[in-house]
């Protein structure tokens, strides 16, 4: 499969939004991107792809201003400009929409897009202008939000349409978006795409940062390929697929689906009757939910987002309390009267890998050493004195970061110097390290490449076939598909139905997410 051509009409060559060329940046010793090359058309949307740590989010944060290039030329419009800041990237026509959104919680949408651009101490001018903006903006591109509304009071799909909405009013031709989907509905997914398309449309040129593959295929017109820091290829999408992209990236054959063999279930090591959870504002949001796993079998839960599957894994991790019914892990019961907290649970066998990993499942501030340890400390990995050996611990996290391919390899980094991929790896590595024998999954692969994605999935497997009983808990259809024995559906809540993951498809989980019966969805 050949480079991308990216011609017109004749020998013409297409008009770039934006053109790299030989861009490199070190951190220390660290080559983060090495003589990168990189030519993206107008009102196209171009692709990025790459492992964790391939230095995506490094090149997409030196155009946008927040690093600066040692060394390489950039060009907008066919015109050479030099990039210092984000202010100047804004008023060259960039606008980023970034992995972690950056907007105040107890600000009004209003308020967020208007940032910067207040219009005067009195903030009337600005306020007018920026509810006129406001308004062509969202019926122009179907992004119509409440301009009052709290970003507090917000779904994580109609935050990141503020996000755009705020890059757009900023002036942005050239729009970055950051891994936009990770934290994504399927369905806020698709509504995202088809913004994107109109955006295009409109003359927008987009770079989508992702790991996602199916993405890159479903909405991209051009793709190009990073690895460790180099890029090693562009492709016009429509003449590739996964299988070639995930190579390029990986540089080796991955396997896009799960092998596994069938399950060898053993006794009941985890046990939900009943289970009932309200909310602060007395909302059941957990509903006589019931259920049985065994050691050796892995137990899906799919659902939206926000119908209690977070509620359900607080609960039977010791997070919270239920406020009715019962949970029974491993013998020993938990309920309101008899509750048990995080550690009680991880001393008897139970490890958490969380659905957010930095509220839940990391101290970013603190060292991968250090977080490779959290919950364990008590535990010979960090010596055998009275105190902690930091010797011994740096070498327990060097030896889970080469197992897990955790980049770059530095035990003494902070979590927060780590991408969002590598992060997850760090905690994955902690928990399954544990050797549990229940293990409850939030979100195993969100923000992980395909290659880590490989990875994570044969520990998981691994983990089922010693015996260990493994609830699952993720957005992606085809991952709970891939890795479950059998899948429980969620919605409003409560348990629609548990079917055989190989007697099902994404159709019927799907018509049950959306509340309709096992029996009506068969």
Request: glycine letters at 10%; proline letters at 3%.
């Amino acid at each position: 499969m050949s480079d991308i051509e990216l011609k017109t009409s004749g020998d013409t060559p297409a008009r770039f939004a934006l053109e790299l060329q030989g861009i490199s940046k070190s951190f220390g010793t660290v080559r983060a991107n090495r003589d990168i090359d990189l030519q993206v058309p107008s009102g196209t949307i171009h692709g990025i792809i790459g492992e964790n740590g391939a230095g995506k989010s490094t090149l997409m944060n030196i155009l946008y201003g927040l690093h600066r290039a040692d060394a390489g030329e950039m060009r907008i419009d066919g015109t050479p400009c030099k990039i210092r800041s984000s202010a100047d990237s804004i008023a060259l026509g960039i606008g980023m929409v970034h992995q972690h959104f950056m907007l105040v919680p107890r600000f009004s949408v209003l308020e967020n897009v208007m940032l910067g651009s207040e219009g005067g101490g009195l903030l009337r001018a600005g306020r007018g202008a920026t509810l006129d903006t406001l308004k062509r903006l969202g019926e122009t591109y179907g992004m119509v939000v409440d301009p009052n509304a709290l970003i507090s009071d917000l779904n994580v799909g109609t935050r990141q349409r503020v996000e755009i909405l705020k890059a757009l009013k900023g002036g942005a031709r050239i729009l970055i978006l950051d891994e936009p989907t990770g934290v994504l509905t399927p369905q806020e997914t698709e509504q995202l795409f088809e913004i994107l398309k109109v955006l295009r449309d409109d003359g927008v040129t987009i770079l989508l940062i992702t790991h996602k593959l199916d993405e890159i295929m479903a909405v991209t017109d051009n793709v190009s390929i990073m690895r460790a820091g180099t890029m090693v290829g562009h492709r016009e999408t429509a003449q590739t697929n996964a299988a070639e992209l995930a190579e390029l990236m990986v540089g080796r054959k991955v396997l896009l689906t799960v092998e596994k063999g069938p399950a060898n279930p053993t006794e009941i090591l985890l046990s939900v009757d009943n289970l009932g959870a309200v909310s602060s504002r007395g909302h059941d949001v957990l509903k006589d939910m019931s259920f049985d796993l065994r050691g050796g079998e892995i137990l899906g839960i799919a659902g939206v987002s926000g119908n209690g599957q977070t509620q359900l894994l607080e609960i039977l991790t010791g997070m919270r309390v239920p406020d009715r019914g019962q949970v029974n892990i491993l013998g020993d019961k938990i309920s309101k009267t008899s509750p048990k907290n995080p550690r009680e649970l991880r001393e008897m066998g139970l490890a958490h890998i969380p659905e957010d990993r930095h509220i839940h499942g990391l101290v970013l501030d603190f060292e991968a050493q250090e977080n490779v340890v959290l919950g364990y400390h008590r535990d010979d990995i960090t010596g055998t004195g009275a105190l902690i050996d930091r010797d011994v611990i740096n070498t327990h996290c060097a030896e889970r970061m080469e197992t897990f391919d955790v980049r770059p390899s530095n035990p003494a980094l902070n979590a927060k110097n780590f991408s969002g991929g590598n992060q997850q790896k760090i905690v994955i590595a902690r928990e399954i390290y544990s050797n549990p024998r229940v293990l409850i999954v939030g979100q195993p692969t969100r923000g992980v490449d395909v290659g880590a994605i490989e990875f994570i999935h044969k520990q998981l497997i691994a983990l089922r076939d010693a015996g260990c009983a493994i609830v699952v808990v993720s957005v992606e259809l085809e991952e709970v598909l891939g890795l479950s024995d059998r899948i429980m559906v969620m919605n409003d809540g409560q348990s629609v139905g548990i079917v055989d993951a190989a007697d099902t498809d994404v159709n019927q989980l799907g018509l049950m997410m959306a509340g309709i019966s096992q029996e009506a969805a068969e």
